[in-house]
DNA sequence: CCTGCATTGTTTAACTTTCAAGGAAGGGCT
DNA sequence: AGCCCTTCCTTGAAAGTTAAACAATGCAGG
């Protein structure tokens, strides 16, 4: 879109400035191209997308390696339904099994299998180099750390309210 | 995925550290946030998800309001393949037009037409606002100019071989 | 108890993306 | 010309995602 780099005129949009647009457009094809590299190393090493592979390391870090589906859901940021048809999927491939809450009954435990702790272990060396290769070494300690300190922000500003919670991890 | 913070032995991985951990954790979060909320607030607003709107927006500031199938591509770091079919629903739409390129028999231009250029004008703002609100105005501008470069960082190294031009926002 | 509303999770259909394959044109080579 | 290899773009099927609707349960208040 055309961008007037007007000054702050009463009505007009602000618009971005030049740095901004930079940034931004960076942004945009940063997250895509690091998306898109780990959708292929995963789908490659281990058979899904990236979004699964996460689904199963929320259950792995989980007590028992279980969680209630919308838990998972609210970890992983996605919605129920997509989470839904996710499990399912993971189901067939034997990495995930459901399991009725037996105090909640419309509830279900989402329970990662050995199987899914297989693949887990035999994938996660080569998922972390990746995700090494790709951003943290090409860092520096300031950078990491001004990035954790910016996604936080991003991520907290995004929360559906009341959502206290759910980030327990960036404190 | 259980993490051993072990010294860095030999055959072992290099495991992310606790504070890596949580960058990284922040930074799915944020990103898989951030591209929900523009999709949402696009396809309210504008009728389509955030990278069709991406696409009309590189169109937008090219020159004739046209580019090659591969340019904007390119571009817009998608494939061909996906590409074709969101062109395929933007032309439907009536917001891109093609036309065949006189030069090279085989190419093809992705034209944006005046009602796409008209639901650009109509929805800019609000979507820069979107933007700003929950990015730009959370960050101080040291933190705005960090993510820059870390962004411009980390879209190189993922840049396919041979793509010296694809940046030239970045410089 | 029972009524009304909220929460949990699934389902369906429409849409989008990916993957593998392929047609058509360019371009170098003999 | 003929051949080979590459680039440009599209296609169709499979997989994944979204939005809306739905059934079932929980829960608070009368």
Redesign the interface.
Known sequence: ??TAPTSPRDGE????DD???????????????????LDRQLQRDAGMPHIYY?LL?QL??APRRRLRMTELAKN???TRSRLSHAIARLEKNGWVRREDCPSDKRGQFAILTDDGYEV??RT??GH??A??Q???D??TPE?????????????E???PKGAGAD?P??R
């Open positions: 879109m055309d949009p602000r618009w971005l740095a901004e647009q930079r940034t931004w457009l960076a942004y945009l094809q940063a997250t895509t191209l690091l998306e898109d590299h996460g390391v792995s870090v992983t940021k996605i887990l272990r996660a060396p972390v180099a995700v090494r790709a951003l943290f090409r860092l950078q990491q750390k001004s990035l954790g300190e910016i996604m936080v922000i991003v991520a500003g995004l929360q980030l991890w960036l």
